[in-house]
């Protein structure tokens, strides 16, 4: 059972325009969020996060907002840049140190 | 330079041969994690490690064994027990100060 679902596997859009990325939870027990981004044949480097006790964080051009009632996050990228082509993760975490991942979005950033 | 290291990049191994990927850091991480990513699957937890000479099963255990002796190095073995090791292994430290996970660069296993 995929307690953190990201339901499109990829993502196109044009440079400048917004990218908005989508992640759902089952699991109401979640309390912390973070988004990733992966180069193929890299590690994955964090991006930003988000505690449940607030529903927007923002760094630069990257915002997540979280709508607990939903179970829903999102990240926003504007403008977006081909330097954002990568896939991003969302990962969420409990009341343990485990962090469950989501299947990643894979976002390209055309000219 | 600092951060964790896993080596080699690249690895490949016979059917049926046991194989340890190594994982270090100098971060002073107190917990530590094993992820294999599989196309279209994201990151599955392998093993983790909450502290020196423990470590707990994560989802996908079964053919792997790792070992905490130190503190700096949590290595994984996939043994031949394994039915399906070609992936791409992650090794990850918990950051608590900063409350995120950090990565290694990966290690790419292709049994052969």
């Known amino acids: 059972d995929q307690q953190v679902k990201q339901n499109s596997p990829s993502l196109s859009v044009q440079e400048g325009r917004i990218s908005i990325l989508n992640c759902d939870y089952t699991?109401?027990?979640?309390?912390?969020f973070l988004w990733y981004k992966k180069y193929p044949a890299e590690g994955p480097t964090f991006l930003i996060s988000?505690?449940?006790?607030?529903d927007k964080n923002e760094d630069g051009r990257f915002t997540v907002f979280l709508n607990k009632s939903a179970k829903h996050l999102s990240l926003h990228i504007v403008p977006s840049q081909p330097g954002d082509s990568a896939v991003y993760f969302c990962?969420?975490?409990?009341?343990?140190?485990?962090?469950?991942f989501g299947t990643g979005t894979r976002l390209q950033v055309f000219p | 330079d600092g951060g964790i290291t896993q080596s080699p990049k690249y690895l490949f191994r016979k059917e049926g041969q046991n194989v340890t990927l190594s994982c270090e850091q100098n971060?002073?991480?107190?917990?530590m994690y094993w992820y294999r990513q599989d196309p279209g699957q994201g990151l599955r937890l392998i093993y983790y490690s909450q502290i020196v000479n423990d470590f707990q099963k994560g989802d996908i255990a079964e053919g792997y064994s790792v070992s905490r002796e130190k503190k700096e190095s949590f290595p994984l073995t996939v043994t031949s027990a394994q039915k399906n090791p070609t992936a791409f292994y992650l090794c990850a430290g918990w950051t608590v100060c900063r409350n995120e996970q950090f990565f290694g660069p990966g290690t790419r296993l292709t049994v052969l």
């Open positions: 990962a969420a975490s409990g009341d343990t140190d485990k962090l469950i």
């Open positions: 988000i505690s449940s006790i607030k």
């Open positions: 971060l002073n991480h107190d917990a």
């Open positions: 699991n109401s027990m979640f309390d912390y």
